[in-house]
């Protein structure tokens, strides 16, 4: 059995932050539904988002990149989930996933 590194698990959540920056830039106006905001602050997030991808591909050690990852999805999971339970869960969900990979080997 293979064991998974940091180093992978920040290319699987590189992945997540490209699937998020495809529907910002791609379906801009159903995302800033989603989340109650307007069009431009979820342009700016998907900029924030494709960073913080780069970084995770591209670091030597990828614990500050999933690190910052997981407080990006904490700050959205406070800024856009309060009303809004499924964006909580989603948030909250991506922050989960990125927190695990700081527990894996290096």
């Known amino acids: 059995m ?5 180093r992978t ?11 998020w920056v495809a529907l910002a830039f791609g379906r801009t106006g159903r995302m800033a539904e989603i989340c109650g905001t307007t ?14 991808g780069v970084a995770l591909l591209v670091a030597s050690d990828p614990r500050l990149p999933l690190a910052t990852r997981v407080a990006f999805d904490l700050s959205d999971a406070a800024r856009y989930g309060r009303a809004r339970p499924q ?7 991506f922050a989960a996933v990125g927190a695990a990979g700081l527990f894996l080997r290096r």
């Open 2 to 6: 293979h064991r998974i590194t940091q």
């Open 39 to 52: 069009p431009s602050e979820i342009r700016a997030l998907g900029i924030r988002d494709a960073a913080s």
């Open 87 to 93: 964006v909580l869960a989603m948030t909250l969900g």
């Open 9 to 19: 698990w920040a290319r699987v959540v590189a992945g997540g932050c490209a699937a």
